[in-house]
Each structure stands twice: as structure tokens, then as C-alpha cells.
């Protein structure tokens, strides 16, 4: 009860003057902060890839998170040669995302480059891929299984995935309980079925490839 109430109501029934008071004050509208990028990195000599929550942009293309449908993040290692000097090496990070059909190229092949035999990888790297790990890959590992559930299927390099199993033209025609084990190595998935001694290899710069162990494990188990 506000205290003016109080002391109206308080008064011996005798009638006590109200205090004056300003109309209230309407609060003025919030402003919504503008959304920070949790990234804003150089690639290549002088433009920047930024990334917020919702979307991702390198120059000037840019897509929404929600309308990727295909992700890769392979790492590659080149050895040069020494023959006076020690031998160096370069260590190639990519990382790319797209959409099948019309998709902006620049943002499949973003690049970071770093020297040494045991270099860490850029943070800028790891932040885009950690952040697919955790919010993109789901979705499209749920989007493809649902695909192939119901009959669907796509390919991933040049292996056709379906609701059968793998197939490799000239080289696999695997059923999902054929499939014994699934490894990231290497720059490489590698796939191992019964009665095949050597695995079938899937590059890890192919397209989706990062969802290949998710899919076996779900389909063949």
C-alpha cells in the first residue's frame, strides 16, 4: 500500500489532502544491444570472416547458419624437402560451408596457414568449428538421417549413402551391419567392414564427411 493510502486511511475519518504527485514517467524503450561476433578473423592478406550466432560472412558473401546444408573442416600437413637446411613443414586449415546448388564459393574454402612440425591450430579455426561441432552438426546429422530413414540418399565424395547401406562404385557395396568400426585419422574417415582387409578411406575435405560416424553408428547399431 503506498504510504499516502496509509495516511489517508489512517486519519480518524477525517478527510486528509492527498499529495500531489507527477503522472508517472513511461520508461523509454529498450534498445536491444547489436549482437557481437564471437569471431573476426583475417583470411587470406585483407579481408575478414565474422561470425555471430546467426550468420557467417567473408567479404561480400555471407550465409544464416540455418541455411547451410553441407560442412568440412579438414587439416593438411606439406613437408618441404630440406637438403642443406632442415626440412619444413605447412599446415593447411580449412574450414567451408555451403549449400548444394547455388552457394558462394569463397565461403567453402576459407584457409589458415601455419609453419612447424607440431604448430597448434589458429583459434580462429578451432572457434568456427567448435561452434559447428556444437550448433550446426546436429541439425544436419538429424536432416540426413531422417533422409535416408525414409529412403532418401546423398553422397559424400564419391560414396553414395542410403537407406542399404554404403556404396562405393567398384569398390564397396557394404549393408550398415557389415560395418564393423568407423575412425577419424589422418585427415581421413576410415570405414572398416567384415571380411575387407583394408579400410575404405573418405577424405575429410569431402562435403559432410564429419557426419560419416554418427550415421554408421546410428544405422548399424
Known sequence: MPAWLRTYAGANGQRTASPHTAPPRSAPPRQEAPELPFLDSLVGWTTHVVADQQRITYGGDSLAWEEIECIRYPVSRTKHQGFLFPSMYTNTYTFGVGRYGNSPKSLENLTW?????????????????????????????????????????????????????LTLRGVMEADWGSLTDVEVADGLVWIHERGRQQPVRVSLGSANAVLLPRIVAAMAG
Do not use: C, N, Y
Open 113 to 165: 596457414s601455419k609453419g612447424g612440425k607440431r604448430a597448434e591450430a589458429p583459434e580462429a579455426w578451432l572457434a568456427l568449428v567448435e561452434f559447428a561441432q556444437r550448433d550446426l552438426e546436429p541439425r544436419l546429422f538429424a536432416q540426413r538421417l531422417d533422409l535416408i530413414r525414409r529412403g532418401g540418399s546423398f553422397t559424400i565424395g564419391e560414396m553414395r549413402v542410403h537407406r542399404g547401406g
